[in-house]
């Protein structure tokens, strides 16, 4: 029997598909062939075409290869949304090796772990981050830094000046070269004969790092054919998507696997153009849109109401816009409504989870007049399955409205976590994602997330973990007990309350302790607001009541909505 949320697809959406036995570097190598003088990187004025962008590739594949960086190694990319970004993802794994993206906001502590944890001997990165990376050399797997600045690919006159101002704003360093330090820009100067890809469909492709539930970091590994079919699966949920001819705004990081899957590799394989922003500042989103006449913009709700409340909106042309998908969190029907008036494009809201490449839900693009589903992430993409168990045990399918843990199954899957068997054995059952978010799915095949994951915070789009900021906080001499809680924020997610109780005869101050948290983690993980106590809230075996402490925030009204610009 068809699942009942078939009848819901728009017209054109098959309910399966054929996919192809190939590995992810010939996406961009097939839309060098079928488009070989369309554009494929925007980047300032500056523009990659998709012969220019296979041949880059090719040639650093040929450099890795030089270097001795052996197929099944991993190569870290830490780097914003830039040309170098993109070929150096297709020219590793072009070279055989795996991918591992490292947010670039990480601290030094947190680089190391990943860096040990995926056996990462090469790093791609970011000048600017170079002092974070370059110490991990001789006392992690790590064997080579290959540094790489923005101004490398810019236009000839921006890059001229860009050294200049980035001296200015005291971010410039130098870096010194040597033996384990290379600039990128010298190992392209070599053969880009095109190479035999090394990977196969069924091997790792990307690492892709998440926090988890248990908060201790752990690699995603997806396959091939994992963000393959992903991209294909959202592909086909889009039969409008013009072959060739679209302008994806590529503001979404690509070290996030929202951004990497539904961003760079739907573009590349649908044979469409990338404009590329390292981060969202309203006036070059705008300007972006405008000037390059931005068809598809994958985003987060917060990157859709700035937009909506940006006050220099008058005379700006955004109509070009046609698609967009949301996702990260929840969608408001105030901000869908608004964007879609001023754009004139599709607003819609998706979900996924970096276990499933991510993307496993998506609402119809087109759906019937007056049938829009306020509040539901949609249905599930063809081949994906779903269904509701129950809390308990997580083997008992319940009926339709009533709420329980959400499992999929699909080819977007992965194939389990890294160098972890128990913690794969213990999400995937049976060929089922245990995904840990509470969900109901009503009569038509609609799915609704009705909780989070249990206390993870999401905090501006980025996933934290309490246990691992309450563990830093423990380190912290004076503390001895310690608990970390999210409180409602509006469109920017969460802010993140730390709950301190010092040892006995110990004073701190609240700038104290944040400043040892900025020490040890992201920018985006440390605590906005500390709050001194004599105790915590405990049960009797000694675990903190979280919802204790949130019911009292929610008494003193602390949750609030922020409506600012992300």
């Given at each position: 029997?068809?699942?009942?949320?078939?009848?819901?697809?728009?017209?054109?959406?098959?309910a399966?598909?054929?996919y192809?036995?190939?590995?992810?570097?010939?996406?961009?190598?097939?839309?060098a062939?079928?488009?070989?003088?369309?554009?494929?990187?925007?980047?300032?004025?500056?523009?990659?075409r998709y012969?220019?962008l296979?041949?880059?590739?090719?040639r650093?594949?040929?450099?890795?290869?030089?270097?001795?960086?052996e197929?099944g190694?991993?190569?870290?990319?830490m780097?914003p949304?830039?040309p170098?970004?993109?070929?150096?993802?297709?020219?590793?794994?072009?070279?055989g090796?795996?991918?591992t993206?490292?947010?670039p906001?990480?601290v030094?502590g947190?680089i190391?772990y990943?860096v040990?944890?995926?056996a990462?001997?090469?790093?791609?990165?970011?000048?600017h981050l170079?002092?974070?990376?370059q110490?991990?050399?001789?006392r992690?797997?790590?064997?080579?830094?290959?540094?790489?600045?923005i101004?490398e690919y810019l236009?000839?006159?921006?890059?001229l000046l860009?050294?200049?101002?980035?001296?200015?704003?005291?971010r410039?360093?130098a870096?010194?070269?040597?033996?384990?330090?290379?600039r990128?820009?010298?190992?392209?100067?070599?053969?880009?004969?095109?190479?035999?890809t090394?990977?196969?469909?069924?091997?790792?492709?990307?690492l892709?790092?998440?926090?988890?539930?248990?908060?201790?970091?752990?690699?995603?590994?997806?396959?091939?054919?994992?963000?393959?079919s992903?991209?294909?699966?959202?592909?086909n949920?889009?039969?409008s998507?013009r072959e060739?001819?679209?302008?994806?705004?590529?503001?979404?990081?690509f070290?996030?696997?929202?951004?990497?899957?539904?961003?760079?590799?739907l573009?590349?394989?649908?044979?469409?153009s990338?404009?590329?922003?390292?981060?969202?500042?309203m006036?070059?989103?705008?300007?972006?849109?405008e000037?390059?006449?931005v068809?598809?913009?994958?985003?987060i709700?917060?990157m859709?109401?700035a937009?909506?409340?940006?006050?220099?909106?008058?005379?700006?042309?955004l109509r070009s816009?046609?698609?967009?998908?949301?996702?990260?969190?929840?969608l408001?029907?105030?901000?869908?409504d608004?964007?879609?008036?001023?754009?004139?494009?599709?607003?819609?809201?998706?979900?996924?989870?970096?276990?499933?490449?991510?993307?496993?839900?998506?609402?119809p693009?087109n759906?019937?007049?007056g049938?829009r589903?306020?509040?539901?992430i949609g249905?599930?993409?063809?081949?994906?399955?779903a269904?509701?168990m129950?809390?308990?045990?997580?083997?008992?399918?319940?009926p339709q409205?009533?709420i329980g843990?959400?499992?999929?199954?699909?080819p977007?899957?992965m194939?389990?976590?890294?160098?972890?068997?128990?913690?794969?054995?213990?999400?995937?059952?049976?060929?089922?994602l245990?995904?840990?978010?509470?969900?109901?799915?009503?009569?038509e095949g609609?799915?609704?997330i009705?909780?989070?994951?249990?206390?993870?915070?999401?905090?501006?789009?980025?996933?934290?973990y309490?246990?691992?900021v309450?563990?830093t906080l423990l380190?912290?001499?004076k503390i001895k007990?310690?608990?970390?809680?999210?409180?409602a924020?509006?469109l920017?997610?969460?802010?993140?309350?730390?709950y301190?109780?010092?040892?006995?005869?110990?004073?701190?101050?609240a700038?104290e302790?944040?400043?040892?948290c900025?020490q040890?983690?992201?920018?985006?993980?440390v605590?906005?607001?500390?709050?001194?106590r004599?105790?915590l809230p405990?049960?009797?075996?000694?675990?903190?009541l979280?919802r204790?402490?949130?019911?009292?925030?929610?008494?003193k009204?602390?949750?609030?909505?922020?409506?600012?610009?992300?």
């Amino acid at each position: 029997m068809d699942p009942i949320w078939l009848r819901q697809y728009d017209p054109g959406v098959p309910a399966s598909l054929a996919y192809s036995d190939i590995a992810l570097p010939e996406l961009l190598t097939q839309a060098a062939v079928r488009y070989p003088d369309r554009p494929a990187l925007h980047f300032y004025g500056n523009v990659i075409r998709y012969a220019e962008l296979d041949r880059l590739a090719h040639r650093f594949a040929r450099a890795l290869l030089e270097l001795q960086v052996e197929p099944g190694s991993t190569v870290g990319l830490m780097m914003p949304n830039m040309p170098q970004t993109v070929m150096g993802y297709y020219g590793s794994l072009r070279a055989g090796a795996k991918v591992t993206p490292i947010n670039p906001l990480c601290v030094e502590g947190e680089i190391e772990y990943q860096v040990q944890d995926a056996a990462c001997e090469t790093i791609i990165v970011w000048d600017h981050l170079y002092e974070r990376v370059q110490p991990l050399v001789g006392r992690t797997s790590l064997k080579r830094v290959i540094v790489t600045g923005i101004e490398e690919y810019l236009p000839r006159m921006k890059r001229l000046l860009y050294p200049v101002q980035a001296m200015r704003e005291g971010r410039r360093a130098a870096v010194p070269l040597g033996p384990s330090t290379l600039r990128l820009r010298e190992l392209m100067t070599g053969s880009d004969a095109p190479l035999t890809t090394q990977m196969q469909s069924d091997d790792v492709a990307v690492l892709q790092y998440t926090g988890g539930t248990t908060g201790v970091p752990k690699g995603v590994a997806l396959t091939h054919r994992n963000l393959l079919s992903n991209a294909w699966q959202c592909r086909n949920w889009m039969p409008s998507l013009r072959e060739g001819e679209e302008v994806f705004l590529a503001v979404l990081p690509f070290f996030h696997v929202y951004g990497m899957s539904v961003c760079q590799n739907l573009a590349i394989g649908c044979g469409g153009s990338l404009v590329l922003l390292p981060r969202f500042q309203m006036t070059e989103v705008i300007k972006a849109i405008e000037r390059e006449r931005v068809t598809v913009f994958p985003g987060i709700p917060a990157m859709y109401q700035a937009i909506n409340n940006y006050q220099h909106l008058a005379g700006h042309d955004l109509r070009s816009m046609r698609i967009c998908i949301s996702g990260a969190g929840p969608l408001p029907p105030s901000v869908q409504d608004r964007f879609e008036a001023i754009t004139g494009a599709r607003l819609v809201e998706g979900y996924g989870l970096t276990e499933a490449g991510p993307v496993t839900h998506v609402n119809p693009i087109n759906p019937p007049p007056g049938r829009r589903r306020v509040g539901s992430i949609g249905l599930p993409l063809p081949d994906t399955q779903a269904k509701i168990m129950d809390m308990e045990t997580g083997d008992n399918e319940l009926p339709q409205g009533e709420i329980g843990e959400l499992v999929v199954r699909g080819p977007q899957v992965m194939s389990g976590y890294w160098n972890r068997e128990e913690e794969s054995r213990q999400v995937l059952r049976n060929g089922w994602l245990h995904t840990g978010d509470l969900a109901r799915m009503d009569a038509e095949g609609f799915f609704y997330i009705v909780d989070r994951k249990k206390d993870m915070i999401k905090s501006g789009g980025e996933n934290v973990y309490p246990r691992e900021v309450e563990e830093t906080l423990l380190r912290h001499d004076k503390i001895k007990d310690a608990v970390v809680v999210g409180l409602a924020q509006g469109l920017r997610g969460e802010l993140i309350k730390a709950y301190v109780v010092l040892k006995e005869g110990e004073r701190a101050s609240a700038a104290e302790i944040l400043e040892h948290c900025r020490q040890y983690l992201a920018k985006f993980k440390v605590p906005k607001k500390v709050e001194f106590r004599p105790d915590l809230p405990k049960t009797i075996v000694g675990k903190v009541l979280r919802r204790v402490l949130i019911e009292e925030e929610r008494k003193k009204g602390a949750f609030k909505a922020d409506e600012e610009a992300p």
